[in-house]
C-alpha cells in the first residue's frame, strides 16, 4: 500500500473514533457545558458570578424551574432557563450533580 493510502486509512479511522466518542457524550453534559461559560469551568466560577459545584441536583432543579417560571427573579437565568424542558433540567442538574462526585 502506498503511503497517500495508509494516510487516508488512518484518517478514516479517526474520524471512526471520534464519531464514536462523540456519541458517549450525554444530553446533560451537553446542556451543562453552556453554563461553563458564566459560571466557570465544571461550574467553579473564577469571577463574582456564583460558582454551581457543589449544588445538589434537587435542588438545582428546583432553583433552575423558579427561573424558568419567572416565580425566582434573575437578570439572565430565566432567559436560560426557559430555553430548556423540565426534562433537560434535570438532566444538565444530574450531571453538574454528578461532576461532585467525580472529584471535578
Known amino acids: 500500500m502506498n503511503p497517500s493510502s495508509l494516510a487516508a486509512l488512518a484518517g478514516l479511522a479517526l474520524l471512526a473514533s471520534t464519531a464514536v466518542s462523540a456519541q ?11 453554563c461553563f461559560t458564566c459560571h466557570g ?37 430565566g432567559r436560560h432557563a426557559s430555553a430548556y424542558t423540565d426534562a433537560e433540567i434535570v438532566e444538565a442538574a444530574n450531571y453538574l ?5 467525580k472529584g471535578k
Open 24 to 34: 458517549t457524550i450525554s444530553r446533560g453534559e451537553v446542556i451543562a457545558s453552556t
Open 41 to 77: 469551568t465544571h461550574g467553579v466560577s473564577p469571577s463574582t458570578i456564583p460558582s454551581i459545584d457543589y449544588i445538589p441536583a434537587e435542588r438545582m432543579i428546583e432553583t433552575l424551574r423558579a427561573y424558568k417560571s419567572g416565580q425566582r427573579y434573575s437578570t439572565i437565568m
Open 97 to 101: 450533580a454528578g461532576l461532585q462526585k
